[in-house]
């Protein structure tokens, strides 16, 4: 009991010392709380990404005649060089487009298959024979990405594929200096790689035996060599051929199980993005396999609340988000996978019936611990752009863990992902393991449209905080009336272990909450029984592009390198 006390009056000393004592985080003459800069406004072209040349290199491409497609896949070729942490060649894609010509939305889930020759039986062997399937060789899936960037080209594209690739594959070869997000992040993980035997990784992505520090320049020409085959070849250049054989055989040797077939045989899937209404607006999401559908529960269990009648960052604020939150993610656990592996219920966990049911169960003044309504039958980089035409997309792509599988296939120049640690080893659940088969994934593009027109184009990276973090932009946006820019920049709040991706966790998990709530409002959660924690850098990464009057609004993330650029 002493302890416990001792442990909370530490936190809340220390939220004290951290400025938590009131919600003006900045200090502006515009009198906007917590926008730390304006929005940037265009009537052309618009592009947001979280390292700036990769926003001018997009803006390039709009102002060259490309589309706002050319621009983003241009972008995040450069993201694959700059931040290769985060995102690169080796992982999946996926994206929401809309096209100003036929006024509609698509998706497209251009995420990769488990390898067809490995069983369930034979990975269950593998790992109680001490070997993970979280990293590593076994962690594994086809890479999706460039099979996503052909398919959104050959639909929307404008511009030639080695065009979009050039500036990449020169700033490759050239080198660019490191950024301060992208230093910090080598350096969460250099200790481990260090003592790995990994030559291929450190061949690529070490500098005098260690990652390069902020302001130091990083190049990789094997990486060029690789988007210059992928330019002039398109698809077949990477999923046949000389670097579809390199991948495989080094696979391989390592212990790993994806073969050439598992590369040629790979296809992306355009779907049907769903919606919910929201206090007037269609917020969109792409259906599973990955989470976003959540995001559309919490909306619909929120809507049933004044919400814009609990002033922002309030304790009533707060608790109701977690709790909404919580509910939604009891549904992950249970139903979210692979649609071709199971029947995932879509239509009634979006329904506002259900979410009426489920709201129902939140009590006001008390956190709870909740379970699924319906009987059973990591680190990645967003972006945005829009075109002069009225075209926007909405792009998401990752390797799922920092540094993926860490499996750099020799004199490629790019890390393989390990988005096979998005399955579950427990027989009979949707998210089981089998041979190819998509895993779960974290990555969610979104998209909001009002009377049927496109308003904005937003995503949030950064594993499970996506979800949330969706949630709070379109709250922010909608409930409380901030700006594109104050919407991202306001402080966010983070929910961990209770049920997620894995399967269910009993108990009430514990809140993190970003610099800017006051002691009020954290001192009433706790009265709650909420478990108040802090931390740094788990908030995510946003980027979003408003349409209004026919003028584009960009904002950019704060907490990351990137910026917001038009013409």
Sequence with gaps: MLMNLIKTSFTLIALCCLGLTGLNAQDRLSGRSFATRSEVLAQNGMAATNHPIASQIALDILKEGGSAVDAAIAANAFLGLADPAMNGIGGDLFAIVWSAKEQKLFGLNASGKSPASLSYAELKAEVDQGRSYRGGPLSITTPGCVDGWVALHEKFGVLDLDRLMAPTVSYARAGIPVTSEVADFFRTFEESVQKSDNPSFKKVFFTDGRFP??????KNPDLAKTLEIIGREGRDGFYRGAVAST????????????????????????????SVNYRGYDVWELPPNGQG??????????????????????????????ESKKLAFEDMAMFYGDPDFGDIPLEELL???????????????????????????????????ADKDGNMVSLIQSLSSGLGSRVVPEGLGFVLQNRGSGFVLEEGHI???????????????????KEGKPFVSFGLMGGDMQVPGHVQVVMNLIDFGMNLQEAGDA????????????????????????????????SELMDKGHVIRMDKGIYGGYQAIMVKDGVYYGASESRKDGQAVGY
Excluded: C
Aim: zero cysteines; glycine letters at 12%.
């Design 213 to 218: 520090g902020k302001g130091e320049i990083l």
């Design 247 to 274: 991948i495989a055989d080094y696979v391989k040797a390592q212990g790993g199980f994806l073969t050439k077939e598992d590369l040629a045989n790979n296809r992306p899937v355009w779907v049907e993005p769903v």
């Design 351 to 385: 329904s506002k019936k259900y979410a009426a049911e489920r709201r129902a169960l939140i009590d006001p003044a008390k956190a709870g611990e909740y379970h699924p309504g319906l009987s059973a039958g990591d680190h990645t980089v967003y972006l945005t752009v």
């Design 431 to 449: 998210n089981q393991y089998a041979p190819g088969k998509r895993p779960f994934h974290t990555i969610i593009p979104a998209f909001i449209t």
């Design 491 to 522: 402080p966010r709040i983070f929910h961990s272990g209770t049920s997620a991706r894995g399967g269910r966790v009993p108990g009430l998990g514990e809140t993190f909450l970003e610099s800017g709530f006051p002691y009020e409002t954290i």
């Design 293 to 322: 559908i959540s995001v559309l529960q919490m909306l619909n269990i929120l809507e049933g609340f004044d919400m814009s009648g609990m002033p922002f960052g309030s304790a009533a604020h707060l608790h109701h988000f977690l």
